[in-house]
């Protein structure tokens, strides 16, 4: 299976601060996505991400959310002003075309 | 948009046993049905996957079977370990027409396999 890598693996934040969540793509892998999964639940899509814009995003990314890969490095998930209910796994995905998609270790968000 | 159902949310067997694990997806377009095995603190990890122009995959111990009329698609796992002990997750995707789009994925199967 593809190695994808995340950082940091785990972010504390205040409530109302930015936080940036990174994945490090594998070479070749062209579509990206980020899920998010509360604990206990199942993993829900947030945003998929091809040819350096947003292709989908569901009703969670609203406003507060941003992706972007900047010069074809890391891709990005941003939260602006985050929220107690923000607290979560956040899950890069990629796919390399042919349909399957591999996820990374996760970043653990808490927000106090 | 797609929903998935998953059933049970807990499954308790005995080592050796068979296990299964059904999904029902909404959207008859969907054309990309893959389980996820995830162990506690861990990334989902693919074991196994069947396109809609199959209706069934089988990799060793653990096989797919997919019904499209029905809108319905199980994981079977022959002979369970201890080490299969995990949460299963099912999905589905539509795909329209392209190889990628969102996963949608079902509430998830507690397997407990018993030594």
């Known amino acids: 299976e593809p190695e994808v890598t995340q950082t940091p693996s785990h972010q504390v934040t205040q409530m109302g601060q930015e936080v940036i969540l990174r994945c490090v793509p594998i070479s070749n892998h062209l579509y990206f996505y980020w899920y998010r999964q509360i604990l206990g639940q199942k993993v829900e899509f947030l945003v998929s991400?091809?040819?350096?814009?947003?292709?989908?995003k569901s009703e969670i990314f609203d406003d507060q959310f941003s992706v972007e890969r900047p010069d074809g490095s890391n891709f990005t998930l941003k939260i602006r002003s985050t929220k107690l209910e923000d607290s979560a796994m956040y899950f890069c995905?990629?796919?390399?075309?042919?349909?399957?998609?591999?996820f990374g270790p996760g970043t653990r968000l808490t927000v106090t | 948009g797609e929903n998935v159902e998953q059933h049970p949310s807990t499954l308790s067997v005995q080592e050796g046993d068979s296990a299964v694990i059904k999904c029902t997806y909404s959207?008859?377009?969907?054309?990309?049905f893959p389980w996820y095995k995830q162990e506690l603190g861990k990334r989902p990890q693919l074991i196994i996957d069947i396109r809609s122009n199959v209706g069934e995959k089988k990799d060793q111990r653990i096989a797919v079977t997919l019904n499209k009329t029905a809108k319905h698609f199980s994981l079977h796992i022959t002979e369970t370990q201890p080490e299969d002990s995990a949460v299963y997750f099912c999905a589905a995707r539509n795909a329209g027409g392209t190889s990628y789009g969102k996963l949608t994925f079902g509430q998830g199967t507690i397997l407990t396999v018993h030594p």
């Open positions: 991400f091809y040819n350096n814009e947003i292709s989908e």
């Open positions: 995905g990629q796919q390399l075309g042919l349909g399957e998609q591999y």
């Open positions: 959207d008859s377009a969907s054309n990309y």
